[in-house]
């Protein structure tokens, strides 16, 4: 879990400074699609540390309250992570 952990909190620094780059670009009127393609890598970015939480959630968190019998609190959990990587 640590491991993760400083891996999750390493790609979030590296984010903080594109968007901090992003930042420089408008200040300097920066041609708009160079701005457009690191916003993209931002969300890309993003997207995976997504992938990454809801993935120890699924492996950890919610295998735990399975078998601690907590089944229904799992299953309404496994539904909102799901509704929420739809969007």
Do not use: F, P, W
């Not at 640590?2 to 999750?8: M, R, S, V």
């Not at 699609?33 to 995976?48: C, E, F, P, R, Y």
């Not at 992938?51 to 601690?68: N, P, S, T, V």
Request: hydrophobic share 35%; with cysteine; net charge positive.
């Amino acid at each position: 879990m640590q491991a993760n952990k400083q891996k999750l909190a390493r790609r979030l620094k590296i984010l903080e400074g594109q968007v901090r780059g992003i930042q420089n670009m408008v200040e300097k009127n920066a041609y708009c699609i160079d701005i457009i393609t690191q916003t993209s890598a931002i969300k890309q970015g993003l997207s995976n540390i997504e992938d990454a939480l809801m993935e120890g959630h699924l492996g950890h968190c919610l295998l735990d309250q399975i078998k601690k019998g907590r089944t229904d609190k799992a299953t309404r959990e496994i539904l909102k992570v799901y509704q929420l990587k739809r969007k």
